[in-house]
């Protein structure tokens, strides 16, 4: 079962679950779920991702499978199960962002290295992780290159 808040679930091994939940996404009837719908739905239903819209943001974009700018009822379970994740993973990213610029400095990196399941100390070995991670070698972790990194470590 995928949790999602105490007054609202989504069972995605019950196809009656999911066949209700979509409902309450498609708010204009198409069988489409629109970014727009899915961030109205997020608000009033699923409150607690409203305020991560880099999380909504990834598991829309990642859920797309056809690309086609939509979410079709074939991918919406995979849009409940990426919002779970990434969620996650933004929270895990907030609490390195001490200064909540959204973005990770090399700073902020060393300090919470441990959040991240990094087992050195190493200031010289966690530069280089850092340097790994900041893909686009702006001096800054942003949550799309923490995503590709997290997902990476755990493949």
């Known amino acids: 079962m995928s949790k999602l808040t105490p007054k609202y679930q989504v069972d995605v091994s019950d196809k009656a679950s999911v066949e209700k939940a979509f409902k309450q996404f498609d708010y204009n009837n198409n069988g489409l779920l629109s970014l ?79 959040l991240i399941g990094l087992d050195t100390k190493d200031a010289a070995k966690l530069k280089s992780e850092f340097e790994k991670i900041d893909t686009n070698n702006g001096g800054y972790i942003l949550f799309e290159e923490f995503c590709i990194a997290m997902a990476k470590k755990h493949a």
């Open 36 to 114: 727009a719908e899915i961030d109205k739905a997020v608000i009033e239903i699923l409150p607690q991702f409203a305020k991560d819209k880099p999380a909504i943001m990834r598991a829309y974009k990642a859920a797309d499978k056809s690309k086609d700018g939509f979410i079709e009822k074939d991918e919406f379970v995979s849009l409940i199960k990426l919002l779970n994740h990434y969620d996650s993973l933004f929270k895990v990213f907030q609490k390195l962002d001490t200064d909540k610029d959204k973005r990770i400095s090399l700073k902020e990196f060393i300090k919470g290295y441990e």
